[in-house]
């Protein structure tokens, strides 16, 4: 499988294939050893300076694999203008380093000046739609590509919601030519916290639209009688999240698969063999599909 890697052109497409998120605690060992998976993904925000250590380990790493940018700032779903500071920054990585594919996810993130350290899911309303679609429009626009959005893991609802957060995300593909993100492990968290239907969920999502999937880890919390799934990114993927994962490729298709760890974070060899667990189903998906 570590030879395979090598396989695809950094400057190609990425491949329907595991990667795994680069954080600075495996700079060093990414560029040094090169570890067998089939592409790395970034957070956004973290290069937009000119210089310094995480910079070059980036850009050696991209002279290797290819990369997916993943934004954590834009709100896109917020009512105040979009900063255009922070886009342009956004637009400036991108051309530094032209990533295959750019992310953002459905939420809102800032009001009446504040800004707020989290993801906040929007409610599920024609409004929602049109609002949130106009946004990657301009998003889109502004960077000359599309972008894939994400949906978010939740810890209320809205009582104004209308529509489902499946059919809220098809609309707004339609309505904005963008791309989605299928976090499988968010799916799941909603489902525990939520009550969603995490197969109704999978069932349900645009199929073309979706060119990226994430997995990550959760951990539970109890609150009061509730049995609470916190989005922490801190562990292994569990194994329900892994079974609605064989669900979503069995009917979407191999897709290129991101092993998420972001707190907690393991050593390289331990991110690595999670990634080949989803490399190992999507193999098999591929020889059933044969």
Known sequence: MGDAVHETLPDGPIPARAGIGLRSAHHEDAANGRPPVAWLEVHTENYFHDGGPSLRALERARGHYPISM???GLGLGSVAPLDRGHLER???AIQRFEPALVSEHACWGHAA???????LPL???EEAVNHLASRVREVQDFLGRQILVENLSSYFAYSA????????????VERSGCGLL???NNVYVNSVNLGLDAGKFIASVPRGAVQEIHLAGHRRNRVGSRDLAIDDHGSAVCAEVWTLYERAIERLG???TLVEWDTDVPALEVLVAEAHKADA???RKRGLAA
Do not use: C, I, M, Q
């Open 70 to 72: 993943h934004g954590v």
């Open 90 to 92: 956004v637009k400036r």
């Open 113 to 119: 000046g504040e800004h707020f350290n989290d993801l």
């Open 123 to 125: 409610p599920y309303t």
């Open 161 to 172: 919601s209308r529509l489902t957060e499946w059919d809220f995300l098809a609309a707004v």
């Open 182 to 184: 299928l976090d499988v």
């Open 254 to 256: 191999p897709v290129p």
């Open 281 to 283: 189903r999507l193999e």
